[in-house]
């Protein structure tokens, strides 16, 4: 110290040029000292793991002289109020950002977080509409701290152009539906827990979807409800456990812990479980992620973490999980065949189409169903217009003898063969069939079951999903004409009912009356070139129908 004193007084008496220099570099030296230090030692920095996944890279990089990390919050603030409007497309005079922008960093989730609490679902091409329905429905609900995961360049470059926060995931995923089971299908699975283990270190809560589900209701006031779980996941539980929207009863669920919806808070305990599941699934690619997500969980159940919250410990004795109701937090299973939610008269918060039996397009097709799929407005008005007819069902047919296998499918026969000669109808009159509502006396599952589960609250008979009789993901598919015949469109039973369908579409009813030929004002005509709706009558019979059938066809 006494040179470097020394040396600078002498500077200054012989040459004052000199001590500047020397002054700036003294003070450059102790200030670059101070930086490294702190980054050393600061309690928040951390090693970091890679994962081999682009989305954890720097923040974003500026674009045509804009900072695009501009506007940015801590966790613990609020959203700039600068964000651009979710669908509010940018202007299509603008460019493209470069992809690097679109890098999933702590800044980027900073932007959307809320309340440090950020909801993400992901997906490739083939899940666009599902995923435009989940923004939509959050939207409408005045939800809008979200973030889409983007598992290809195509998807990335058409949720931008439609206003929705998206991030690239860098996966470089087929854009083609990859099918359940398959090994693609598993590849996507590692993503969903890779984006956990990336946004946990980033200090906000994560709500963790999949793109088959959609939001009824506003999950976050519920979730905050329960501040002290590390956990909160759905289950396939199809017995329900409470009468209420209390959490499930952990001690009754047997079912698998559900991954398609589940909330984590960034927690030791969670982040524990977390990189631990990672590792076990990046060590081995069998193992399907849920079951992996179970296998851990369940290495503990118990005790309970208070008299009251529903809140139990698990996985290694610290985590807290907690197991969402499943009247109200609905699997494809409590929704559409014991409609747990209407039973009990809550209101039910999501939708997942599990339990169910034609892969994607019967997805689709369920959530068509319950008329919280968003369509564009040519689904709605089909060329040649529509058919649609009821059919008589006998008391005896839904009610009379025993729920087994022989009055099931008399009952379900009897519905098949009307429903083959509608199609038939649709198809000489170049119409889109709205198929009519199934009644079923007995569950479709995958394993042997009495009919009904033993347990669950399913009523005998029950409006069941039009998967539960037909192969719906055949009927929608793009066909062979040669081979299988001219395709014939069909809608979901309560398409008709759609608040989407357009006034003048619901006006143009033209009713088909019944007549003897020869009575008074029976005026026979084959002219059903008028666009719009046909309705036959609630009591068409099968007969009734082939016979119309018959009188089409020279049309």
């Known amino acids: 110290m006494r040179g470097w004193r020394n040396a600078v007084q002498e500077t200054a008496a012989s040459k004052p040029l000199f001590l500047t220099i020397y002054a700036t570099v003294i003070l450059g030296t102790v200030v670059s000292s101070f930086y490294v230090f702190s980054a050393i030692y600061s309690p928040t920095a951390s090693p970091t793991r890679s994962i081999s996944s682009s989305w954890l890279l720097a923040p974003p990089l500026s674009q045509n002289g804009v900072s695009l990390s501009s506007n940015i919050s801590q966790p613990s603030q609020h959203r700039s109020n600068k964000l651009r409007p979710i669908w509010e497309a940018p202007s299509r005079t603008s460019k493209m950002p470069r992809l690097k922008s679109f890098r999933l960093t702590k800044e980027l989730v ?56 998206v991030f690239d995931m860098g996966s470089h995923i087929s854009t083609d539906d990859v099918g359940w089971g398959s090994p693609i299908f598993h590849k996507m699975g590692r993503q969903k827990v890779l984006l956990i283990n990336a ?18 209701k506003n999950p ?8 002290d779980a590390d956990i909160l996941t ?28 589940f909330h984590w808070r960034p927690t030791p305990p969670a982040k524990k479980l977390a990189k631990e599941w990672i590792d076990m699934l990046l060590a081995d690619d069998r193992i399907w992620d849920q079951n992996g997500f179970n296998e851990l969980v369940r290495r503990q159940t118990g005790p309970a973490f208070d008299d009251e919250s529903g809140i139990f410990y698990s996985y290694d004795g610290n985590l807290k999980l907690g197991i969402l109701p ?95 000669s509608a199609l038939g109808l649709a198809s000489v009159l170049n119409r889109t069939l709205v198929m009519p509502p199934l009644w079923c006396r007995l569950d479709r599952l995958w394993f042997p079951h009495p009919g009904a589960l033993l347990g ?40 008709l009912n759609n608040p989407f369908l ?54």
Request: hydrophobic letters at 40%.
């Open 326 to 420: 499943e009247s109200i937090f609905c699997s494809g299973h409590t929704y559409f065949v014991q409609a747990l939610h209407q039973q009990f008269r809550l209101q039910p918060y999501a939708l997942h189409t599990t339990f169910q039996y034609a892969g994607t397009e019967g997805k689709r097709h369920r959530l068509r169903e319950a008329m919280v799929f968003f369509d564009p407005p040519e689904y709605y008005d089909a060329p040649g217009g529509f058919l649609s007819f009821r059919p008589s069902i006998s008391k005896s047919l839904l009610l009379d003898g025993e729920h087994n296998l022989e009055s099931h499918f008399s009952l379900i026969n009897y519905q098949m063969r009307q429903i083959r």
């Open 199 to 216: 946004i946990l270190p980033f200090g906000f809560e994560l709500l963790m979807c999949d793109t088959d589900m959609v939001w009824l």
């Open 110 to 165: 900073a932007q959307r977080a809320k309340d440090n609490v950020i909801i993400v679902t992901f997906g490739n091409f083939a899940f666009m509409d599902f995923i435009l329905t989940w923004v939509k429905h959050l939207t409408d609900l005045g939800v809008s701290n979200l973030l889409v995961g983007a598992m290809d360049a195509k998807l990335l470059n058409a949720l931008y152009w439609k206003g929705i926060p």
């Open 456 to 495: 669950s609250m399913t009523r005998q008979p029950f409006l069941c999903p039009l998967d539960h009789v037909f192969e719906v993901n055949v009927m929608l598919r793009d066909l062979p004409a040669e081979e299988f015949g001219p395709a014939i469109n069909i809608r979901e039973y309560s398409f």
């Open 234 to 261: 759905s289950s396939d539980q199809v017995v329900p456990t409470v009468v209420d929207d209390r959490l499930a009863d952990w001690k009754q669920v047997g079912a698998a812990y559900n991954i398609g919806i």
């Open 502 to 555: 357009p006034q003048r579409v619901r006006e143009s009813w033209l009713d088909v009356q019944l007549c003897q030929e020869g009575t008074e004002d029976c005026h026979a005509s084959s002219n059903t070139s008028r666009p719009g709706l046909l309705r036959f009558p609630k009591r068409s019979s099968e007969e009734t129908m082939l016979a119309l059938l018959a009188w089409c066809r020279p049309c």
């Open 220 to 227: 976050l006031p519920y979730l905050a409800r329960y501040p």
